[in-house]
């Protein structure tokens, strides 16, 4: 004879039922398990509430149709059953839920959740940077992000070709890459002995003197050595400002056109660190950094 064990069932509320809107996706926590509520006409259901391509809370997706759509890379899942209608192999798990109407509460099973936790064990620390919205996936190309730059005093990305006048962005692809070394081309030296971003950024969010791992704040990641910046106050400054800033790319030496003087400055910095505070004068000395003015600056956009 086999004997089969009966689960006692440990339901618990996840949402008040007068409170969801249709088809307005809600979070819920349960035994540290990220889930998604979504009440569509009479009819609820609770999925696991991580996107399964790169970890978005899917509380944070929009409803288009019958599906979920992440709102990250557009993943969708259809929010009655959790199968994807574009690849029917990526499910998002569904759990048990009912609907108590004395209660008005939304219940689900938080043993069946505990029970599925055990064995789909979740890697998001709650309490550590980015917490709830950490990328815990990654890819193959980001480890290799420093291979293409340095970290400067500004907060920014500097490259030898384009100085900080870059953003990052990724290309997916299946071409055979040879992968290659970090580089350093002297920005780290040079930014010590600088200073020009932190004297001109009008909101003092650039830090001066050396690098450190104390952080201004949450907009801060923690365990780098770098020089932090207070992205909080200058956002605020941008807010009360209008429009953006730049100030940090405009000042900085590196902001610089190919060309025999800049490159020959370059490749000083890189090879003859010594001579950097020669370079700082030499940058001075043929004004740049300084704010231009404003009635040439419209003469010659106009032109």
Known sequence: MTVTQIRKQDKIAVAKWSELEDRAPTYALVADVDLVV??????????YGRCLHRGALMADARVEGDNLICGVHGWDYRYDTGVSSYNNAEVLQKFR???????????VDQAEIR???????QPYDRDAYLGLYADVHGTPVEPFTQHIQELARNGLLITPTFGPRVRLAKVFTDLPLIPD???????????????????????????YGKPT??????????????????????LAFWAANGTDCSNCIRTCPFNKPTGRLHDSVRWGIKNLPFLNPLFLWGDDLLGYGKRGKADKFWKDTEC
């Open 38 to 47: 979504l009440r569509y006409d009479d009819e609820v259901s609770v999925l």
């Open 97 to 107: 839920s009912w609907v108590d109407h004395d209660a008005d509460a939304v219940l």
């Open 115 to 121: 029970t599925w936790a055990e064995q789909s064990p």
């Open 181 to 207: 070394k970090p580089i350093e081309f002297g920005v780290w030296d040079f930014c010590m002995i600088c200073e020009k971003c932190a004297k001109k950024c009008p909101s003092q969010s650039i830090m």
């Open 213 to 234: 791992v104390k952080l201004h704040n949450i907009s801060n990641r923690e365990g780098l050595l770098r020089w932090p910046v207070n992205a909080e106050t200058c």
